[in-house]
Nanobody
């Protein structure tokens, strides 16, 4: 059973870089043909897809966040990381990592609250 777990600081100051890690267990992030996503949900709003990194290491980002987003991976630790730079209070959200397969999003992490505040 593949499981995902987000980790990282819950509080980030404005203008700093938010960094979260998703550790995957029960399966490899290099397994064909899965994509590994970051998704967020601001308070009172719907889900917003941030971007993904594929099984081969390619990345794709939401156009609205592309200039501030970087997703990378560490295959030796079977994890992938989100970095979002120049954060503002509007980046406050619950952040999720997830696995995308042929049938859609089939695994989710439990989510982690990130608050941007001075």
């Amino acid at each position: 059973q593949v499981q995902l777990q987000e980790s990282g600081p819950g509080l980030v100051k404005p203008s700093q870089t938010l960094s979260l890690t998703c550790t995957v267990s029960g399966g490899s992030i290099t397994t064909n043909y899965y994509y590994w996503s970051w998704i967020r949900q601001p308070p009172g709003k719907g889900l917003e897809w941030i971007g993904y990194i594929t099984y081969s290491g390619s990345t794709y980002y939401s156009p609205s966040l592309k200039s501030r987003t970087s997703i990378s991976r560490d295959t030796s630790k079977n994890c992938f990381t989100l970095q979002l730079s120049s954060v503002t209070p509007e980046d406050t959200a619950v952040y999720y990592c997830a696995r995308e397969g042929y049938s859609g999003t089939d695994r989710w992490g439990q989510g982690t609250q990130v608050t941007v505040s001075s």
